[in-house]
């Protein structure tokens, strides 16, 4: 790879994107980021890695995004520079994306980093999302998540994660145009994801 | 191409989706419908095509669908079937769009196909958009709009589109997840666009 390529990806919980995101970093010889970018921020904040897994998307009470519009908090923990907790570890997460963006090729999934890192020319944004009945099969499967409940909690982990990417970019979770590819996985399957990404990262390296 | 395969497309405006789905029917020797719709359409109301054409993705005022949820009419010339004219003209093209997907292979552009037809495994469902600067350079050199306004004309067209799609559908216009692709044609590129498209239906013929 002799230029730049940033590939990120967004996607529905189960739906086999980390997966995707993974393959392609391997394929490519590039890094790959998910949870390591939580390791990276915990150290900014000062805050350990289990709380921010924990706390980071759900979005509890207000924020300095709101307090920006309403001008005050109600009832949530906020510190003596104005930010919630969810603020500073939405900072602290976007400049460690900010940050291994600039230094090199990589894969990063999640956290929204396709709004993060805006439209470069060297960045390729892609969601991937899929039928329920392919995501609980994987869910189970993968996750080994208890049958009786599956469908409910990836409704609630998708729900989780639209609310805290509309509520940080002002923009729509999985609506296609703040993506440059969006794809079926289980109708374009999962190697034809791969492949597709693939040859679009070639393009942007010629 | 030995099994069936219905492509749809819906697009932005200047997106050139129309041209990829012209492109797609081309390369893979299949029928081409857009307009051709209309015409058929027109046959089966009784409506004139340019009457259709005009007025097929206004909706002025209320329609069968408002009917069944607020039980009235406001204003809006209704027929003794209880039928609006959007309601009218929306029945008879979704009738010719099942009607030419029984025939065989196809690429259909616009007109709510992708809702129309349902979740077939024959049928790929494709939506084609573009950057802004790209939509208003396209709609320049290829409709010969005026440059002054267009910008303004590109969103009122796909304004009109997306309240049709949505009030027909009961779904989001441009949601990845009513479509099985979706592409920045801008990004990825034309002839990349077909290429990627190509392949997923060479896919569902094998």
Redesign the interface.
């Known amino acids: 790879m002799n230029r730049k390529v940033i590939i990120t990806i967004s996607r529905e919980f189960g739906s086999g994107g980390r997966y995707i995101g993974e393959q392609i970093a391997k394929d490519l010889g590039i890094k790959f980021y998910d949870k390591a970018i939580i390791e990276m921020a915990s150290e900014k904040t000062g805050f350990s890695e289990e709380y921010i897994s924990e706390n980071e998307q759900k979005l509890t009470g207000q924020s300095l995004f709101n307090f920006a519009i309403t001008g005050s908090y109600a009832g949530n923990m906020v510190f003596g520079n104005g930010e919630s907790l969810q603020d500073t570890m939405f900072f602290a997460q976007s400049k460690v994306i900010r940050e291994i963006a600039c230094k090199g090729s990589c894969v990063i999934v999640g956290r929204c980093a396709d709004h993060i890192l805006g439209?470069s020319e060297n960045c390729?944004n892609v969601?991937i999302?899929s039928n329920m009945q392919s995501k609980i099969d994987r869910a189970i499967s993968k996750y080994k998540l208890d049958s009786k409940n599956v469908e409910k909690l990836l409704k609630e982990r998708d729900k989780i994660r639209a609310k805290h990417y509309n509520y940080y970019t002002g923009k729509?979770w999985?609506?296609?145009?703040n993506?440059?590819?969006?794809?079926?996985s289980d109708?374009?399957?999962i190697e034809?994801c791969i492949k597709?990404i693939k040859?679009?990262a070639d393009?942007i390296c010629l």
Request: hydrophobic share 40%; proline share 0%; glycine share 8%.
């Open positions: 439209d390729i969601f999302y729509v999985g609506d296609s145009r993506y440059h590819i969006c794809l079926n109708f374009i399957g034809n597709m040859s679009v393009r």
